[in-house]
């Protein structure tokens, strides 16, 4: 692909990311997108089949941008209940806090607009919180390898719990556009993950 | 207001509610409400003005929905921590669980689809669920008086904190239909809730 071609696609998935974040994806007709991008139809069907075809290309963006802010700093820290802590801080204070994407948080908002519409793409955004929760898990098991948790802990359950808790905060965030949401969610988060640290 | 009108009007609502929940609001046109509800639009607009008020309507009556389940049996709790116990139950296997809207919870469900869009109508929902948060706030503080409650904790936040959890379940049982998300939600809450009573 040429760089001005890249260019376009590209173009053409920020201000599509941008319209589904605060249209959602069925309010945004294909000519939003072609005004938006300042294209001719015939130079976005030159890139993209159908407007599903830009909503996974803005998804896999969107995964990316979020990959990078969530797990900034995380992977070098050694005792994994602390790198789920900073998992928290990233995706609260830095993703959600930071305003990443106009409109609140992309993942969430499309699982919202999709589930009961479109079981195929709202299974593509489920299965990217699973895997956050699944990789929670395997921290959660090295935490608990490593002595540092209390007994009896259901590690599954706390790694869905918070994926959920923070996917909470995102749409009341996008709301009330009140900072104390993620803080509050962060302060508490925080004292529950404390909590499952086994007492010296 | 004749018996038949009334008969209309909640046709109206009902319809408009499946709508807005499966499609959401900017996506529902007046013309689908028409069909829905097998009325002409001279019939429609006898009721509504426009779709605004359908959906102020629509609004009060799922809140009226969501309150007579989330509040079923919670009143007549004498231990305040076993309310809000009771609340988080009611709200994650009866409301969530229960599937009351099809589509999800159609008060989250607006404040996604609406945020950024409808400042108005984002406020009137956040101001909702702003109500229920400071309910929880005050039998968290009656709780307090009652010397139930460790020291030091912070009631505004842990408020807060139940809200934005109870709404993070709802996208995720709604795209999943998996009831893991409300179980181990309130498995999660019920936890939380008994580390912050005092030790005995």
Tied chains: 1, 2.
């Excluded at 959600?96 to 589930?115: K, M």
Aim: with cysteine; net charge positive; glycine share 10%.
């Amino acid at each position: 692909m040429s760089s001005k071609g890249d260019l376009t696609r590209r173009q053409i998935i920020a201000k599509s990311m941008q319209l589904f974040s605060v249209k959602g994806y069925f309010n945004t007709s294909i000519a939003d997108i072609v005004k938006a991008a300042g294209l001719t139809k015939g130079g976005l069907y030159g890139h993209f089949r159908n407007k599903e075809e830009i909503w996974y290309a803005v998804y896999e963006e969107c995964g990316r941008v979020w990959k990078s802010v969530v797990f900034e700093g995380v992977r070098e820290i050694a005792d994994p209940l602390a790198r789920i802590a900073r998992l928290i801080e990233n995706s609260l204070k830095n993703y959600l806090g930071g305003r990443v994407f106009e409109g609140g948080c992309f993942l969430l908002n499309s699982l919202v607009d999709l589930a009961g519409q479109s079981p195929n793409m709202s299974h593509h955004v489920l299965k990217g919180f699973q895997g956050f929760s699944k990789l929670i898990h395997v921290w959660l098991e090295e935490a608990e390898e490593k002595g540092l948790l209390r007994e009896g802990l259901n590690l599954v359950e706390i790694a869905n719990f918070l994926v959920i808790s923070l996917n909470g905060a995102a749409p009341l965030f996008a709301a009330s556009k009140d900072p104390a949401v993620w803080r509050q969610t962060m302060g508490q988060l925080n004292y529950y993950l404390q909590t499952l640290r086994k007492e010296n």
